[in-house]
């Protein structure tokens, strides 16, 4: 082929393109007056860059509009997860326009401010209500994420006593959710007539204090993610979720039922401790590690079929320090201290360095013919 040739087979697949020569070594420059399109079929890059100089506005905050800031990496003992988008503008959400006008489209005035788009959303002031059967927020889309920002959602009861007693009672909800993947966070729910969060599958809730609501504080269905989150003085659990969670680092004190709550999920250096009944309860294969279960009304930690509870410390219960049921569980490196029964496991459950002190029976364990073995080890490791 000649050079004429190639040269008009140029001209016409770039017309928008003009060679400027560069400085040095003959290199030239590409200038594009035109938008710059890639044919290349999926899997290949369209774009090679080999410098590891930085390219002057190629970078996150040009990328639709967002800042390298709300794409922040957080850790967890599973894995990366990456926070949820932080600061994107989004429908604000306050007082007057939720009683007066409605807040965005689709939303009608008066309480619950209904979300049905998905997207960001963010609170511009406090929310509050006198109705105890009335819902704030009501969340109808998937892929919502609700930002408090520092501020509270609030109703008329209020919890107190030993038993805990609420009143008054009733059907609302802080913040009520029928759609999956929903995220809320960073701020104060308080004083519901029911649940202060509901939530269902997929459900991540962080950075929330859930006081004195009529049931639970915070509640959430399968594979959700609850961490770093305060339960205190409510009606019945503090803290509940669903099949294949996380729930982490979590405070739970002082509610009416049990303190957390989980099934075949992952409950890790929370703190439970003064609630009516249960520290921790998780059924199925759960891993219980280093929380802190203390002066609880019930058992200190229940685990329901094969699993792992490795180092917790978990004094002072009125019922079993740590208790398997159904099968076979793990139990390694606890100190269990001034409860009922210190450990009281399943028959073949394996057990190893536990400091078990101060409890009325150290050690009991029954197998499928409930036959009963109850031994007092004075204290020794076991």
């Known amino acids: 082929m000649s050079t ?11 017309p ?37 100089t930085n390219v002057p506005n190629l ?29 994107v503008p989004g429908e604000e959400i306050d007082q007057d326009c939720a009683i007066n006008t409605g807040c965005f489209s689709g939303d009608l005035a008066t309480f619950p401010v ?16 006198t109705d105890q059967d009335t819902t704030i927020i009501r969340i109808e889309s998937e892929n919502v994420l609700l930002d408090l920002r520092g501020f509270r959602i609030k109703g008329p009861t209020s919890c107190s006593g030993t038993p805990l007693n609420c009143t008054p009672t009733g059907i609302g909800r802080g913040i009520r959710a029928v759609s999956a993947n929903v995220t809320v966070r960073n701020g104060d729910i308080t004083g519901m007539g029911s649940n202060g969060i509901q939530l269902v599958a997929g459900g991540r809730v962080e950075g929330i204090r859930a006081v004195s609501n009529g049931a639970n504080g915070i509640q959430a269905g399968f594979d959700s993610r ?12 503090g803290i509940e979720a669903g099949d294949t969670s ?38 199925g294969k759960c891993l219980i590690r280093d929380n802190q279960v203390h002066g609880n ?21 009125n019922d079993d320090g740590i208790m398997n049921t159904l099968a076979p569980g793990t139990i390694l490196d606890n100190t269990v201290a001034n409860n009922d029964v210190g450990l009281n496991l399943q028959a073949n ?32 490791r076991i």
């Open 246 to 283: 996380i729930l982490e680092d979590n405070v739970s004190v002082g509610n009416g039922a049990h303190a957390i709550v989980g099934t075949d999920s992952r409950v890790v250096g929370n703190t439970a401790s003064e609630n009516d009944d249960r520290g921790i309860s998780c059924g």
């Open 59 to 87: 970078n996150a905050d040009k990328l639709d509009g967002f800042d390298v800031g709300d794409f922040a990496v957080e850790g967890s003992g599973v894995g990366i997860h990456y926070k949820n988008l932080v600061g």
């Open 4 to 14: 004429r040739h190639v040269t008009s087979i140029i001209l016409i697949v770039l």
């Open 114 to 129: 209904t979300i049905s788009e998905p997207g960001s959303y963010r609170l511009a002031g406090n929310l509050e209500t």
């Open 226 to 237: 609850l961490v770093e989150n305060i339960a205190r003085l409510n009606g019945q659990h």
């Open 349 to 380: 459950s394996g057990y190893a360095r536990n400091t078990v002190t101060g409890n009325t029976c150290l050690l009991y364990t029954s197998d499928a013919a409930d036959e009963e073995d109850s031994v007092d080890l004075g204290g020794r």
């Open 16 to 52: 928008a393109l003009a060679l400027a020569q560069g400085g040095g070594g003959g290199t030239s420059d590409l200038r594009v007056s035109g938008k710059f399109i890639s044919d290349i079929p999926t899997g290949d890059p369209p774009l090679q860059v080999n410098s590891t």
């Open 297 to 317: 009304g019930g058992v200190g930690i229940r685990a329901v079929d094969a699993s792992v509870v490795i180092g917790n410390v978990v004094t002072d219960n």
